[in-house]
């Protein structure tokens, strides 16, 4: 399965250049001009599983840290403040890391 399975190569494409520049990315504008906002629960768990790159269920920060690679190869890298602030946004239990369902929620709410 890959990311354009679920989302539309156009929307990613979008999503990336919109947020091209280091420290531009927000997370909740790019989940919404990629169409993952828009994604049913599982959709979204199918996404955090791709991005999950050593599959241990989480999303590290040095996983976190390509995030954008993810969806398109020749995207930037996340900027540490931007790397964290994301963790902050999502990480409920305060473990440092990403987990599915904080995922899910981070992406629906």
Do not use: H, W
């Not at 919109?18 to 990315?25: E, I, L």
């Not at 690679?69 to 964290?84: D, S, Y």
């Not at 999502?90 to 929620?105: K, P």
Request: hydrophobic share 35%; proline share 3%; charged share 30%.
């Amino acid at each position: 399965m890959s990311l354009t399975s679920i989302l539309s190569a156009e929307d990613i494409e979008n999503a990336v250049k919109d947020c091209q520049d280091p420290d531009s990315f927000c997370y909740k504008r790019f989940f919404r001009l990629c169409g993952l906002s828009s994604k049913t629960p599982r959709e979204v768990q199918n996404v955090f599983q791709m991005l999950d790159e050593d599959n241990s269920g989480y999303i590290e920060e040095s996983e976190l840290k390509f995030f954008l690679q993810r969806f398109a190869p020749g995207a930037r890298t996340l900027t540490e403040a931007e790397t964290k602030s994301f963790i902050s946004a999502a990480d409920d239990d305060s473990d440092g890391r990403i987990g599915a369902q904080e995922f899910q929620t981070m992406v629906l709410s």
